[in-house]
């Protein structure tokens, strides 16, 4: 899907990011393995989503006693991380490793917008954001278990021309 220059351009300016938090994790071990001896997973696939969750208002006081209104939203990034090896895809047996995480980040609404500029916002920029985080925490993962490191790749919103379709579908993807 092509971007939405103009609206994303306008979500940029409407939006603060004001925090990055993990609400949920799920780490899948194959329980035959042995961390330190694990052989080598050959194919990791890396897959991303983004959504809106919550538009929300809160009020409070400003510095004068005056009651103030500060609009948010929050958005959700789902990374997984999944590592096969050529005797789990020969067989129905459990993937070596799976890491499944999801961030929230919360915006604070500085200007308005438009509901087509926020999905755009959320598709497109919310990566930015999320990614390293992901990337820290596969990278964690995999050292807490002694296993050698995955790293995520960079988020790219404008993937190269020449990169053939098959090297695309181990990248991250943005489905919603």
Request: hydrophobic share 40%.
């Amino acid at each position: 899907m092509p971007l939405n220059l103009p609206a994303l351009e306008a979500a940029q300016k409407a939006l603060v990011l004001h925090d990055v938090y993990f609400r949920d994790e799920q780490v899948a071990l194959d329980p035959e393995l042995t961390p330190g001896f694990i052989p080598p997973a050959p194919h990791v696939h890396f897959k991303m989503t983004t959504g809106l969750l919550h538009d929300f208002t809160v009020e409070g006081q400003d510095g004068d006693g005056q009651t103030v209104s500060v609009r948010f939203l929050e958005a959700e990034f789902k990374g997984h991380v999944r590592c096969r090896s050529d005797q789990s895809i020969a067989s129905d047996t459990p993937d070596v490793l799976r890491i499944e995480v999801s961030l929230g980040l919360l915006y604070r609404v500085v200007s308005e917008c438009s509901q087509d500029c926020i999905e755009e916002f959320v598709r497109a920029n919310v990566p930015f954001h999320a990614i390293p985080y992901w990337r820290e925490h596969v990278h964690a993962v995999c050292a807490k278990r002694r296993l050698p490191p995955i790293t995520v790749p960079m988020y790219q919103r404008f993937p190269p021309a020449d990169r053939d379709t098959e090297a695309e579908s181990h990248a991250p993807s943005n489905a919603r």
